[in-house]
């Protein structure tokens, strides 16, 4: 039974008094929340803000913490980056990678995410890597073989049981901030091409091992009517997750 997972991506967002707040809200309702071991919560907060969610989700079963990004490298000379040993030392489970974001701003290649992917699973982390097309793809009509592109860019040196321990997001770029938006069969559509590419390589059983989230605009609107899509396994939220009320509403659906 492949697991159903909401991640929170906060971004570069919140203050000190804010993340603890907001954090708070989400332990305070946990016995509302339908969480169990195969429905979890993650939350991707800012790295200043990584024990203190420990902290306080840690008396919250099924809600765990997440870094926004690592480096592909163990230690070193690397200012400002951080390494999945330091995740490891800590007690994160979970890492995002690829994130849109992260490819535009930052220019990441499906080559470095190989290694961050890598790195990430030697170290006994899950990555969420986040994949998807920009607008230009998506009128071209070519979105199936660009994403595929980066799958098989980024996961195919892994074995059959590494793949199972990752997670995909797939994020439509062209539906975030644009006022365009993706219809949730547009969305199953993709999340099926995703586990037709990840079959080819790995097989159908494997593929049905894997939980694919949808990363796009995801309210709790829409919340319900995405996840009843065969292949979404649940999303990766933005914005909506630093509203305590919107993010439990999305959580429960």
Request: glycine letters at 6%; a negative charge.
């Amino acid at each position: 039974m492949r697991k159903q997972i909401i991640a929170a991506n906060w971004k570069m967002n919140g203050t000190l008094d804010q993340a603890k707040k907001l954090l708070e809200a989400f332990a305070n309702e946990n016995a509302s929340l339908t969480v169990d071991e195969n429905k979890i919560a993650v939350f991707a907060v800012p790295a200043p803000y990584l024990l203190l969610a420990k902290d306080i989700l840690k008396g919250s079963p099924y809600l765990e913490v997440a870094a926004q990004n690592c480096y592909s490298k163990k230690s070193g000379a690397f200012t400002g980056e951080i390494s999945v040993e330091m995740l490891q030392s800590i007690g994160v489970k979970y890492v995002l990678i690829g994130h849109s974001e992260r490819r535009e701003y930052f220019n990441e290649t499906n080559a470095f995410l190989a290694e961050k992917v890598n790195i990430s699973l030697e170290y006994g982390i899950a990555p969420i890597f986040c994949c998807g097309e920009p607008l230009d793809i998506r009128e071209a009509n070519t979105q199936n073989d660009y994403v595929a592109s980066q799958i098989a860019e980024s996961l195919f040196q892994l074995s059959k049981i590494e793949i199972t321990k990752l997670i995909i997001a797939y994020e439509p770029i062209w539906a975030i901030g644009t006022g365009k938006t993706a219809s949730s069969a547009q969305a199953q559509e993709m999340h099926a091409s995703i586990r037709a590419t990840l079959a080819t390589k790995y097989g159908n059983d494997v593929a049905r091992k894997i939980s694919i989230l949808y990363g796009g605009s995801v309210k709790a609107s829409n919340a319900a009517e995405i996840f009843a899509q065969p292949d979404v396994d649940g999303g990766l939220v933005g914005g909506a997750s630093l509203n305590a009320e919107e993010f439990i509403n999305i959580i429960n659906a």
